[in-house]
């Protein structure tokens, strides 16, 4: 690749298809779009429920749910504070699959 990043290649070794496996199952946890709208605004540091239904425009349940699901996928974490609970990103790679595949759409 022209930033120096090393080209992606095979996944090979006795763990392949582990690795398949646990590759298809985080991407079917990102296959909605309000999904990939929370990881997305998650790439930008922790939040709040009701910072997540102010950004994306949906109803506080729904985001709720999807919060559910990423967490499950062990996407997100969740921290209480207080009586509010701020999610964050497990790991930034998740943030760089997301956006990507964005940036990959829009061109």
Do not use: C, F, N
């Amino acid at each position: 690749m022209p930033d120096g990043s090393p080209q992606p290649g095979p996944v090979d070794g006795s763990s392949r298809k582990d690795a398949l496996l646990a590759a298809s199952e985080l991407l079917k946890a990102l296959a909605s779009p309000l999904r990939l709208g929370i990881v997305s605004e998650l790439a930008g540091g922790g939040r709040r429920v009701h910072e997540l239904v102010a950004a994306l425009g949906a109803p506080q349940p729904l985001v709720s749910q999807h919060l559910r699901v990423l967490r499950a996928a062990h996407i997100v974490t969740a921290r209480r504070e207080a009586r509010e609970i701020e999610y964050t990103l497990t790991d930034t790679h998740i943030a760089h699959i997301v956006l990507d595949a964005i940036r990959h759409a829009q061109e």
